[in-house]
């Protein structure tokens, strides 16, 4: 009968060595029959929850609360008020130029706008955040009434990812912008326009300045803040600067002959009458070019046509034959190619005329001073050089021709009776017959 091995002395473990908890199973490979001798111990139950503590096991799943939303990242401020009772605040909805509906802005100092079903104005719209803005209500100073200027509405973008925009420009993050009645207000890519509705005192006044004065006073403004922020500005200041130096060291160094003052010079400016004189002349056919050029053709007894070119991918050729020839005697063209509507590159094919005839004086001369002579239209038919009917599948050329026949009074114009149009419906169906059993014939003979 064999002894029973003595176990050998276990090595000893190195400083640090932590034992772990549970044993450590070896890979058994392919698993043997089951004996009384290889079945492990089946684990003991799990503690109750009465009596477990934390990181003494695993422990059953227990239902929990659900979580609240989050609250906004926002802290009213000490001037937040209520709107008046009455002020009748709210804001219109509009989609497509569609009114959807109103909220009604009251009982509350503050609303929340965002995605989330909690906020005060809720938006499902993806590019919207949960917590997007504020509209912010801002009490009177004095406290007495809604009378002071800065008592009203307050717009305040959360940092938002994709932004909230006030009359299309976009508010700057964590700033409160004031918002007046009549404002428009859109959160994200949100097509849905929010219209700020309220008493008459909160509307925005009216400025004294026209459409053209705005727009001329905002790029002023816009080309000096580029100008601050390249800092040209200061570039400039240096070369002035320079200059004064280096005339103070001429002045110095060389001899003036008692003439030095008189023999500055300043810089050369321009004419500002010349320069007014000059808009005036642009004037004239810068505000409407179409018209312009249109009562040039009309003195010239000629007809416009604008002829068109599509490009693709939304461009457009203009072109006008103007009744001018150039030096070489070749009749001068106007070419514009535009990317944008149809409608825009007449515009601007008409402006780019009346810039080439205004170059050589012809726009504002009388129709007597012209070299060139009217066209007779009935020596030639009514057909202009350039038609060719051959060509001509739309039937361009035949509808010019009969518009210059009309002008001419060649034909008269009689409008449409029942008995009319009762007769060009017969015409037409008759044709419609003949093309049918011709058809039918060419089909018969073929077979």
């Known amino acids: 009968m064999a002894e029973p091995m003595e176990p050998e002395p276990a090595a000893a473990e190195p400083a640090g060595f932590k034992r772990p908890s549970c044993p450590l199973l070896a890979d058994p490979g392919p698993s043997p029959a089951p004996s009384s001798s290889s079945v492990l111990p089946a684990p003991s139950p799990p503690p109750s929850s009465s009596s477990s503590r934390p990181g003494s096991g695993p422990q059953p799943p227990s239902s929990r609360p659900a979580a609240s939303p989050a609250a906004p990242r926002y802290e009213e401020p000490s001037w937040g008020r209520r709107p008046p009772a009455g002020a009748g605040y709210g804001l219109e909805v509009l ?9 009604r802005l009251e009982d509350s100092s503050w609303f929340l706008v965002g995605r989330l079903p909690g906020c005060a104005l809720s938006l499902e719209h993806p590019s919207v955040s949960r917590h997007h803005a504020v509209l912010q209500y801002r009490g009177a100073r004095d406290g007495s009434g809604d009378t002071d200027d800065v008592a009203g509405f307050y717009v305040y973008d959360l940092g938002s990812t994709h932004g909230t925009f006030l009359n299309k420009a976009r508010v700057p993050p964590r700033t409160y912008c004031r918002v007046r009645v009549g404002h428009g207000l859109r959160f994200g890519g949100s097509s849905r326009l929010f219209l700020l509705q309220g008493p008459e ?16 006073l905002r790029k002023q403004q816009q080309a000096k803040l580029e100008k601050t922020m390249l800092g040209e500005d200061s570039d400039e200041e240096d070369e002035k600067e320079e200059r004064s130096s280096e005339r103070s060291q001429n002045s110095d160094m060389s001899c003036s002959w008692g003439m030095g003052e008189d023999a500055e010079e300043d810089e050369v400016e321009e004419n500002p009458i010349a320069i007014d004189f000059q808009d005036v002349q642009d004037a004239f056919y810068m505000k409407d070019p179409r018209k312009a050029l249109q009562g040039f053709f009309e003195r010239e007894g000629e007809e416009l046509e604008y002829e068109y070119d599509d490009r693709g991918h939304n461009s457009w050729l203009c072109r006008i034959k103007l009744p001018v020839d150039d030096a070489s005697g070749k009749q001068l063209v106007a070419e514009v190619l535009h990317s944008g509507k149809k409608k825009e590159a007449m515009i601007q094919c008409a402006l780019e005329a009346c810039r080439l005839l205004d170059a050589r004086g012809v726009l504002r001369q009388e129709a007597v001073s012209r070299k060139r002579k009217s066209k007779n239209w009935e020596d030639e038919d009514f057909y202009d050089s350039d038609d060719d009917t051959f060509l001509d599948r739309t039937g361009a050329v035949e509808k010019k021709r009969l518009n210059r026949m009309k002008k001419a009074g060649k034909i008269e114009e009689k409008p449409e009776t029942y008995d009319s149009l009762v007769r060009k419906l017969n015409e037409a169906e008759n044709e419609l017959s003949e093309i049918t059993e011709k058809l039918k014939a060419s089909g018969k003979g073929k077979a």
């Open 95 to 103: 989609k497509g130029g569609v009114a959807l509906g109103s909220v």
């Open 201 to 216: 005192e909160d509307q925005e006044s009216e400025s004294e300045l026209t459409v053209t004065q705005l727009k001329a």
